[in-house]
């Protein structure tokens, strides 16, 4: 222990042994004066109940003092009010053993010092020291009535009642009296405490007086009002108060509130039976209201705890989302370049067929890692909840067959067979995210391809009619490898797949998680069921409404109309990026013009009314947020040309901010050909506004 801590140990178990000394000989000298019955034995007896309590709390060396001073006043006292050498030996050697044992038994049970901080506690102590009490009246009675020729039965009832009330008041009022967690829990001012206190005395005076005609239960109010105000320490205060003045009044038979006009034996009952009353409601509502105390402060406390849980949340999300935002930007500027370049040299016709090999392996891989991209900016969403679904009337059967279409060369080129099976008596559309869905599919039919070797993939639709919304199920079969029951459960967690498979994953890891995900925001369901060595089988199913055909031509085919002529402005401060996207629009058939800089943007769209703008977004002195802002400022038809955003900035936040600026619609980097056409198409000479 530090050395600052032993002094301050030394100085509170100082100021512990005086206390309790001056209580012990206090109580003593005034049980014995002041409480005595007929038989000249206390009705009120504190001194055991303050040596078991200062045995509990001193150290070896100051208990032993206490002792000391507990044996020599003790047969002072009984001396001084007349008792012989015999009893007054007798009574200190009981009184010594009664302490001892209820300490001992205090410290077997609690293993430590004992403490009275819960209802358990106050119930605890009497109930294994009025036993030790009652053996000690026992062994008292049994002498008196042998040696002293005192009525056995008599003399028991005395001294029981004696020590077992002063051990069932006294030494729990003593235990929190010395607890620092009650002194701490209520900090009342010195005044207000004096002013409860004296209340106390005052009410206790008024009940008791023999002229007075106030009932003793009025003591109960402000006793309590004590134990609210004070706690624990005010309840012990007060039935402290309250015995040291009834006792004297009520056993000197000047009361008659107390039954002395039934007599002493009564009188000394009715007080007994009144302090234990008053102790333990007063007692007992204290530490109740401790209790939810401790309970809002714990409340408390956790609330301050999760919110700062949650501060640091958020600034690990924002710090997260700032790292993705930046490392999807870096990554994306120059796999711009090199998918960009690819497709150009790929249109070449004078490429070798090892060189248009190569260029195509190049394309591959470069959209391989485009899509490793996508997926994790779709689980940035996913766990931002992001995730946003616009159902529009989509054929499912429909869709199923387009997204096997999609994935038919890259199955057929590995030797395996592609089966779609659609059971849809209806054939009716439904409100479906066919983006999202389609997404859905392509990851199932992705992981089946990846873990099949040989045998085919069955891509299967069954549509159950319903009243209100029809059953669609989605299934994906393949001839795989299969996937052990302990493993599924962990699939359509992150990076999961591929470890329950146990491959090292070829993209993200993130495919099924983002199923799982896609599909709980539709409402459905997702599952797998699979046996080792003969495949599997991922399905999903979904509620859907059916919904009426719309009449406006869906993106594919808005992409395959041809192209007019038209003038479009690239904007792009990276020369590279610029030379790209200028190339693919006037393969296309556009007119170009380029800018290289925010100000010449604004400056070109002064002058010329395009037919569209694509705008980078990250460039110098005005990046083009900016830039759509002054455009849009411009008189028409100048400032009502479309501005399609075409960047590396992907994460829904940035794309949001985009829209805010004024620009309707994304692109984003690295640049596919086929979704800048049908884009570029789909807003050519369609005013902003």
Same mark, same amino acid.
């Given at each position: 222990?530090?050395?600052?801590?032993?002094?301050?140990?030394?100085?509170?178990?100082?100021?512990?042994?005086?206390?309790?000394?001056?209580?012990?000989?206090?109580?003593?000298?005034?049980?014995?004066?002041?409480?005595?019955?007929?038989?000249?034995?206390?009705?009120?007896?504190?001194?055991?109940?303050?040596?078991?309590?200062?045995?509990?709390?001193?150290?070896?060396?100051?208990?032993?003092?206490?002792?000391?001073?507990?044996?020599?006043?003790?047969?002072?006292?009984?001396?001084?009010?007349?008792?012989?050498?015999?009893?007054?030996?007798? #009574?200190?050697?009981?009184?010594?053993?009664?302490?001892?044992?209820?300490?001992?038994?205090?410290?077997?049970?609690?293993?430590?010092?004992?403490?009275?901080?819960?209802?358990?506690?106050?119930?605890?102590?009497?109930?294994?020291?009025?036993?030790?009490?009652?053996? +000690?009246?026992?062994?008292? *009675?049994?002498?008196?009535?042998?040696?002293?020729?005192?009525?056995?039965?008599?003399?028991?009832?005395?001294?029981?009642?004696?020590?077992?009330?002063?051990?069932?008041?006294?030494?729990?009022? *003593?235990?929190?009296?010395?607890?620092?967690?009650?002194?701490?829990?209520?900090?009342?001012?010195?005044?207000?405490?004096?002013?409860?206190?004296?209340?106390?005395?005052? &009410?206790?005076?008024? $009940?008791?007086?023999?002229?007075?005609?106030?009932?003793?239960?009025?003591?109960?109010?402000?006793?309590? #009002?004590?134990?609210?105000?004070?706690?624990?320490?005010?309840?012990?205060?007060?039935?402290? &108060?309250?015995?040291?003045?009834?006792?004297?009044?009520?056993?000197?038979?000047?009361?008659?509130?107390?039954?002395?006009?039934?007599?002493?034996?009564?009188?000394?009952?009715?007080?007994?039976?009144?302090?234990?009353?008053?102790?333990?409601?007063?007692?007992?509502?204290?530490?109740?209201?401790?209790?939810?105390?401790?309970?809002?402060?714990?409340?408390?406390?956790?609330?301050?705890?999760?919110?700062?849980?949650?501060?640091?949340?958020?600034?690990?999300?924002?710090? =997260?989302?700032?790292?993705?935002?930046?490392?999807?930007?870096?990554?994306?500027?120059?796999?711009? +370049?090199?998918?960009?370049?690819?497709?150009?040299?790929? =249109?070449?016709?004078?490429?070798?067929?090892?060189?248009?090999? %190569?260029?195509?392996?190049?394309?591959?891989?470069?959209?391989?890692?485009?899509?490793?991209?996508?997926?994790?900016?779709?689980?940035?969403?996913?766990? !931002?909840?992001?995730?946003?679904?616009?159902?529009?009337?989509? $054929?499912?059967?429909?869709?199923?067959?387009?997204?096997?279409?999609?994935?038919?060369?890259?199955?057929?080129?590995? /030797? @395996?067979?592609?089966?779609?099976?659609?059971?849809?008596?209806?054939?009716?559309?439904?409100?479906?995210?066919?983006?999202?869905?389609?997404?859905?599919?392509?990851?199932?039919?992705?992981?089946?391809?990846?873990?099949?070797?040989?045998?085919?993939?069955?891509?299967? @639709? !069954?549509?159950?009619?319903?009243?209100?919304?029809?059953? @669609?199920?989605?299934?994906?079969?393949?001839?795989?490898?299969?996937?052990?029951?302990?493993?599924? *459960?962990?699939?359509?967690?992150?990076?999961? *797949?591929?470890?329950?498979?146990?491959?090292?994953?070829?993209?993200?890891?993130?495919?099924?998680?983002?199923?799982?995900?896609?599909?709980?925001?539709? /409402?459905? =369901?997702?599952?797998?069921?699979?046996?080792?060595?003969?495949?599997?089988?991922?399905?999903?199913?979904?509620?859907?409404?059916?919904?009426?055909? +719309?009449? +406006?031509?869906?993106?594919?085919?808005?992409?395959?109309?041809?192209?007019?002529?038209?003038?479009?402005?690239?904007?792009?401060?990276?020369?590279?990026?610029?030379?790209?996207?200028?190339?693919?629009?006037?393969?296309?058939?556009?007119?170009?013009?380029?800018?290289?800089?925010?100000?010449?943007?604004?400056?070109?769209?002064? =002058?010329?009314?395009?037919? @569209?703008?694509?705008?980078?977004?990250?460039?110098?002195?005005?990046?083009?947020?900016?830039?759509?802002?002054?455009?849009?400022?411009?008189?028409?038809?100048?400032?009502?040309?479309?501005?399609?955003?075409?960047?590396?900035?992907?994460?829904?936040? %940035?794309?949001?901010? $985009?829209?805010?600026?004024?620009?309707?619609?994304?692109?984003?980097?690295?640049?596919?050909?086929?979704?800048?056409?049908?884009?570029?198409?789909?807003?050519?000479?369609?005013?902003?506004?």
């Amino acid at each position: 222990m530090p050395q600052g801590l032993a002094q301050q140990e030394r100085k509170r178990q100082a100021i512990l042994l005086q206390g309790l000394s001056a209580a012990l000989i206090c109580g003593l000298f005034f049980s014995e004066f002041l409480t005595r019955t007929q038989l000249q034995i206390a009705a009120f007896w504190p001194a055991n109940a303050l040596l078991t309590a200062g045995l509990a709390v001193l150290t070896a060396k100051r208990g032993l003092m206490l002792v000391g001073m507990f044996v020599t006043f003790h047969l002072a006292a009984d001396l001084l009010a007349g008792d012989s050498i015999g009893r007054a030996l007798l #009574y200190t050697a009981i009184d010594l053993l009664e302490a001892l044992a209820a300490w001992r038994v205090c410290v077997r049970l609690w293993g430590r010092t004992p403490r009275v901080r819960t209802m358990r506690a106050l119930a605890v102590l009497p109930a294994v020291t009025t036993p030790i009490a009652a053996v +000690s009246a026992t062994l008292c *009675a049994a002498v008196l009535s042998l040696g002293f020729g005192e009525p056995l039965f008599k003399t028991w009832v005395d001294w029981f009642l004696r020590g077992a009330l002063g051990l069932a008041v006294v030494l729990p009022g *003593a235990l929190v009296l010395v607890d620092a967690q009650h002194r701490r829990a209520y900090r009342v001012s010195l005044r207000e405490q004096g002013v409860l206190l004296f209340a106390v005395a005052a &009410i206790t005076l008024l $009940c008791a007086h023999p002229l007075s005609g106030a009932p003793p239960f009025l003591i109960f109010p402000i006793g309590l #009002y004590a134990a609210y105000r004070l706690g624990a320490r005010g309840a012990a205060w007060a039935c402290l &108060i309250v015995a040291l003045i009834t006792l004297p009044i009520a056993m000197s038979g000047a009361s008659p509130r107390f039954n002395a006009i039934l007599g002493p034996t009564a009188q000394a009952r009715t007080i007994q039976v009144f302090i234990a009353v008053l102790f333990y409601t007063c007692m007992a509502a204290s530490l109740v209201l401790a209790q939810q105390d401790r309970l809002r402060r714990l409340l408390q406390r956790r609330e301050q705890l999760t919110r700062v849980a949650r501060a640091r949340a958020l600034a690990a999300t924002e710090a =997260k989302t700032e790292f993705l935002a930046t490392m999807s930007h870096e990554i994306r500027t120059p796999l711009n +370049s090199v998918l960009g370049f690819a497709q150009l040299l790929a =249109k070449r016709d004078d490429l070798s067929p090892d060189a248009r090999r %190569q260029v195509n392996l190049i394309d591959s891989a470069g959209a391989a890692l485009v899509a490793v991209l996508d997926d994790i900016l779709d689980f940035s969403r996913v766990e !931002t909840g992001q995730i946003e679904l616009q159902p529009q009337p989509t $054929c499912a059967a429909d869709l199923l067959r387009e997204t096997a279409a999609i994935m038919a060369p890259e199955i057929r080129a590995k /030797g @395996l067979e592609l089966e779609v099976d659609i059971a849809d008596a209806a054939g009716r559309h439904h409100a479906l995210d066919a983006d999202r869905l389609r997404q859905i599919l392509i990851n199932l039919l992705n992981n089946a391809l990846r873990f099949t070797e040989q045998g085919r993939i069955s891509a299967r @639709l !069954t549509i159950e009619p319903g009243a209100a919304a029809d059953r @669609l199920r989605f299934e994906i079969v393949d001839t795989g490898v299969g996937i052990a029951l302990e493993k599924q *459960a962990l699939l359509f967690q992150r990076a999961s *797949a591929d470890i329950a498979l146990g491959r090292m994953p070829a993209g993200a890891g993130l495919g099924l998680a983002i199923c799982r995900a896609l599909v709980d925001a539709m /409402g459905g =369901k997702i599952g797998v069921d699979s046996v080792p060595g003969r495949g599997s089988c991922f399905w999903f199913e979904l509620s859907a409404e059916p919904a009426e055909q +719309s009449a +406006s031509p869906t993106p594919a085919a808005a992409a395959a109309t041809p192209a007019a002529a038209g003038r479009i402005l690239v904007v792009d401060d990276h020369p590279i990026n610029l030379e790209i996207a200028a190339t693919l629009m006037s393969m296309a058939g556009y007119d170009v013009d380029q800018a290289a800089s925010a100000a010449q943007a604004i400056d070109r769209a002064r =002058k010329t009314a395009y037919d @569209l703008i694509l705008m980078d977004m990250h460039m110098p002195e005005m990046d083009g947020l900016e830039a759509t802002r002054a455009i849009r400022a411009l008189p028409a038809p100048f400032g009502a040309a479309p501005i399609v955003a075409m960047s590396a900035d992907a994460l829904p936040t %940035q794309v949001e901010r $985009c829209y805010a600026a004024g620009m309707v619609d994304h692109i984003p980097k690295p640049v596919q050909r086929e979704a800048l056409y049908a884009k570029v198409e789909r807003w050519r000479r369609k005013p902003a506004r």
